[in-house]
């Protein structure tokens, strides 16, 4: 009877080696971990390992993501993948040995069973594609009614719309800095609060409740320092119409962070910050009804909820 230990010692393997305890011996031909000759009668076929060495791995932090929510996705053994949801295309970025990044989940996106599509490049050069089973749950939002003063007659002609640079930059994807874990930019506790929800669907001076909330408002006094949620590059700092004074952190990899209605921003463009920097403080320029932090999580172009990425509930 020929042993277990004694084929592994022939093709140079240790009976320890990672991802060999499923290992089976075959006899006969093929191609395998080595090739039956003379002095090997049998062939070793360990699972997910090819000749050309292992195939790509895909973990999900988790399958059941809200509305508004997000996944945190590695690919290992592979040399370059990207993820997409509802034709929505994520970047997964290198890390510690993986292929990482965030598959956002849109506020309107349906609940429901769907795909995480990934498609990449394996460490032999090789195409391949995964399709991993996700369901996304339905989001209870919350609704406000907000009342605005009229505007100043007397104040200067406004500015133009910010969103559609927004946009534009929450699209780009650069190299990645972020690193877990992400931090909330100011600390609950005693006047600091949370004033209002992403999600959210308000109602201004008695108008309809309509749209969805796309950051959330951290209520603090006026002045309270604002720290940037992770590393990244400052990529918008000025004066917005809506925003008023405004920040804008890219993290790389198709994750970036807004930090509006700041009495002063701390920061410039091009400047590099780490997880905690000060970025501003807290104020109440542009549309708002008091001192608060509008903070703003966006991945791969979809806006989500910064606190769900706070407490460990989606897995990261």
Same mark, same amino acid.
């Given at each position: 009877?020929?042993?277990?230990?004694?084929? =592994?010692?022939?093709?140079?393997?240790?009976?320890?080696?990672?991802?060999?305890?499923?290992?089976?011996?075959?006899?006969?031909?093929?191609?395998?971990?080595?090739?039956?000759?003379?002095?090997?009668?049998?062939?070793?076929?360990?699972?997910?390992?090819? $000749?050309?060495?292992?195939?790509?791995?895909?973990?999900?932090?988790?399958?059941?993501?809200? #509305?508004?929510?997000?996944?945190?996705?590695?690919? #290992?053994?592979? =040399?370059?993948?990207?993820?997409? =949801?509802?034709?929505?295309?994520?970047?997964?970025?290198?890390?510690?040995?993986?292929?990482?990044? +965030?598959?956002?989940?849109?506020?309107?996106?349906?609940?429901?069973?769907?795909?995480?599509?990934?498609?990449?490049?394996?460490?032999?050069?090789?195409?391949?594609?995964?399709?991993?089973?996700?369901?996304?749950?339905?989001?209870?939002?919350?609704?406000?009614?907000?009342?605005?003063?009229?505007?100043?007659? *007397?104040?200067?002609?406004?500015?133009?719309?910010?969103?559609?640079?927004?946009?534009?930059?929450?699209? $780009?994807?650069?190299?990645? #800095?972020?690193?877990?874990? +992400?931090?909330?930019?100011?600390?609950?506790?005693?006047?600091? +609060?949370?004033?209002?929800?992403?999600?959210?669907?308000?109602?201004?001076?008695?108008?309809?409740?309509?749209?969805?909330?796309?950051?959330?408002?951290?209520?603090?006094?006026?002045?309270?320092?604002?720290?940037? $949620?992770?590393?990244?590059?400052?990529?918008?700092?000025?004066?917005?119409?809506?925003?008023?004074?405004?920040?804008?952190?890219?993290?790389?990899?198709?994750?970036?962070?807004?930090?509006?209605?700041?009495?002063?921003?701390?920061?410039?463009?091009?400047? #590099?910050?780490?997880?905690?920097?000060?970025?501003?403080?807290?104020?109440?320029?542009?549309?708002?009804?008091?001192? *608060?932090?509008?903070?703003?999580?966006?991945?791969?172009?979809?806006?989500?909820?910064?606190?769900?990425?706070?407490?460990? $509930?989606?897995? +990261?």
């Amino acid at each position: 009877m020929v042993s277990r230990r004694r084929i =592994l010692g022939a093709l140079g393997l240790a009976a320890t080696a990672p991802g060999l305890a499923a290992l089976r011996l075959l006899p006969g031909a093929g191609a395998a971990s080595a090739q039956p000759g003379p002095d090997r009668p049998f062939r070793a076929v360990a699972p997910l390992v090819g $000749t050309d060495g292992p195939r790509a791995a895909v973990t999900l932090s988790f399958r059941n993501p809200f #509305q508004g929510g997000a996944v945190y996705l590695s690919v #290992q053994h592979a =040399l370059a993948a990207e993820a997409r =949801l509802f034709g929505r295309a994520y970047a997964l970025a290198p890390g510690a040995g993986v292929l990482e990044g +965030f598959v956002g989940v849109g506020v309107a996106d349906p609940p429901g069973p769907a795909a995480i599509g990934i498609s990449g490049v394996d460490l032999a050069g090789h195409a391949f594609t995964y399709s991993e089973p996700i369901t996304i749950r339905a989001t209870s939002w919350t609704y406000d009614d907000i009342w605005l003063p009229p505007p100043d007659p *007397h104040a200067p002609p406004p500015l133009e719309p910010e969103q559609p640079r927004l946009d534009a930059l929450y699209a $780009t994807v650069t190299p990645r #800095q972020w690193e877990l874990p +992400f931090i909330i930019p100011v600390e609950l506790g005693g006047p600091v +609060f949370i004033s209002g929800y992403f999600g959210e669907q308000r109602s201004f001076n008695g108008g309809p409740r309509t749209g969805h909330h796309g950051g959330t408002d951290i209520g603090a006094p006026m002045g309270t320092p604002v720290r940037s $949620t992770n590393y990244g590059t400052v990529v918008l700092s000025e004066l917005t119409l809506v925003r008023g004074e405004l920040v804008v952190v890219d993290h790389g990899a198709g994750v970036l962070s807004c930090y509006g209605h700041l009495s002063e921003r701390r920061v410039a463009v091009g400047e #590099q910050v780490r997880r905690g920097d000060i970025v501003g403080l807290v104020g109440s320029t542009g549309l708002s009804s008091g001192p *608060h932090l509008h903070w703003e999580l966006s991945v791969g172009g979809v806006l989500v909820d910064g606190l769900r990425w706070l407490d460990g $509930t989606q897995g +990261f």
